[in-house]
């Protein structure tokens, strides 16, 4: 997908649509997807994630505060924004896929309610009129609460959303049980082989080793059902959109049927081929490849799926390589484009052209860097997951070939203590891989911190120079820094209220993985059947309760700025000289007094600093 000629259409199709009604914003829509649609382009998720956290990160309340040029280029952005959310709900409803139309709708409405209001004021300082403190309240994007449609609307969207996430809960259903199954898989295989390593007369060993293998059938018979439902349900999905038939949409027919089907090929070749190919040799190693002779078969079949699942992780990296550096040229390309396009009217400027144009180009150039920016950002995140998946399944083979040795004439001490270490690093690199997978989450998340953080830092340094140069608090600019510096500095809040979050379900998932062995271990060996399944259970539900009480306890939830606190204002200014030596801590206030008693620094508000005054 070509995401900077995305973004670079989206600004110049809503170059002269201010007001976006809904004749032109349609026609605006159906122009960018025809964009796309000779790009050879896909949805819209990457360019519109970028612009989703700008709509995110914007409250009205700062509005009020923003200078003219910010409102301008805010208006730029959010009517980006509103224009990918229309053409992304519109593909995406176009290719029968509804779970996400409500997300996107909730978003539209408040992109809508922040353009009208954005547009309402600059028309009244057009006028020299005083907006009404009540605008927007009864605006397209913002129901009018006091009549009460919020809770009809709430409860329609409620049972829509439950409608609409029936095979994208399936799916993710599937793939949980799915993933816990390998767990047991690996589990059950460790613990197999230790009981073959320990004498007969130890403990109830005997009695445990019958146990371990009663679920064999379930769990077996699982590992090829569920992956031809899900095979079955894939293929369904993309027959769906290949063949033309009554199901399909006006639009989606216009598409020719081989695009159609590559669309969907490129979506789901990976799941398709894992599910196909894993559910076909499951099948063949459950009912034919079994017992003494033939199961050797079956652990050599099972050792070429698992060089097939190296083979998917190696091309799954490669295409995404391919896919994020072709994004990279894509990005040069359109910013060197936009750069000569800024000398061009620079050079026309001096020549007493209008000097709008030149602010457009800026914002487009401005847009594009910081989407490359992320970009990377992102592809250093999912490269690290891919390398890490390639890791796992090269370790799962070899581990793997140590478990079963096919073919190989080994016997006695030397094929136990092989067994034994092949199905160690079995279970060892299915628990490092699950970390793996929360620690990468955890390190995005970590990152976002520290770019918080250093934004705070640096709008706490631009605010020190405004008040050097200018200390009157009614100051409109540094109202609307201060209201920036709160909202960054609250992200930061959040996002360490995340990390702890996340690594208390990270040690709780390690914790679970580790113990599961020694837990079915010790209620099979050591204690009779029935206290062993209750020991066993009672595993069972501390696991589901501590998952609760994580959600309970730890579990942040994200502010928004309701509205300008003057006090705190007045009170931040007077302190802001301690703001930067703190290190933005875990406190239930959002500021808080220095505790440091250094004289190297006067304070840049002192007695005598007329608005200020009194206020220390």
Known sequence: ????????????????????????????????????????????????????????????????????????????????????????????????????????????????????????????????????????????????????????????????????????????????????????????????????????????????????????????????????????????????????????DAEEKKTPWYERFMTQWDQRKFTLLNDSIWATGNLACYFWLTGKALGVWGDALTLGLLVFDITLAVWDYEEQKTKHNKEMLHFEKEIAIVRELIEKEEQDIKNGQDPKKLKEYHLQLDALTRAQKQGKRDWDHQQTGLIAAIGYAVGLMIAFALLAMPFLPITGPAALIIGIAG????????????????????????????????????????????????????????????????????????????????????????????????LVFVGLVFVPLGVGLAVMGAGLLLAIVSNSMINAIFKPAKDELKSFDEDEYRTFCTNIECEDKKSVPLASTFFMGSTDKSEDKKPLLGEDSGLCSGLN
Not at 208 to 215: D, E, F, G, L, S
């Open 423 to 518: 199905a160690v690093l079995c279970f060892a690199f299915t628990v490092i891989y699950s970390g793996v997978r929360g620690g990468l989450e955890l390190h995005k998340t970590h990152v976002t911190k520290k770019e918080a953080k250093e934004d705070y830092l640096k709008k706490i340094e631009e605010f020190k120079l405004l008040l050097l140069e200018n200390p009157d608090l009614d100051d409109n600019e540094k109202k609307f820094l201060f209201l920036e510096i709160k909202k960054l500095k609250a992200e930061n809040e959040y996002q360490k209220q995340m990390i702890v979050f996340q690594t208390m379900h990270l040690i709780r998932s390690i914790v679970i993985d580790a113990l599961v062995p020694a």
């Open 1 to 248: 997908m070509a995401t900077a000629g995305l973004i670079l259409q989206s600004y110049l199709q809503t170059m002269t649509n201010e007001k976006l009604d809904d004749l032109r914003r349609n026609k605006t829509v159906d122009d960018l997807l025809e964009y796309n649609k000779k790009i050879h382009g896909g949805d819209f998720l990457i360019p519109l994630s970028f612009y989703l956290s700008i709509l995110e990160n914007t409250d009205e309340v700062m509005l009020h505060y923003m200078s003219q040029e910010k409102k301008d280029e805010l208006l730029r952005d959010l009517q980006v924004t509103y224009l990918l959310l229309l053409a992304q709900k519109k593909y995406e409803l176009t290719h029968q896929k509804i779970e996400n139309a409500r997300s996107y709708d909730s978003s539209i409405r408040k992109c809508q309610q922040l353009i009208d209001v954005l547009n309402y004021k600059k028309s009244c300082e057009e006028k020299n009129e005083e907006p009404a403190p009540e605008y927007g309240f009864a605006t397209d994007g913002y129901p009018a609460k006091f009549l009460g449609f919020f809770l009809g609307q709430w409860l329609a969207e409620q049972i829509i959303g439950m409608m609409n996430r029936q095979t994208k809960t399936i799916k993710e259903a599937m793939g949980w049980f799915n993933e816990k199954r390998l767990n047991w898989v690996w589990d059950s295989a460790l613990l197999k082989t230790v009981f073959d390593a320990l004498p007969p007369d130890f403990f109830n060993l005997q009695d445990a080793t019958v146990n371990i293998r009663k679920p064999d059938p379930y769990t077996g018979a699982l590992s090829w059902i569920l992956y031809y439902f899900r095979f079955g349900l894939n293929l369904s999905l993309l027959l769906k959109h290949t063949i033309s038939g009554p199901w399909m």
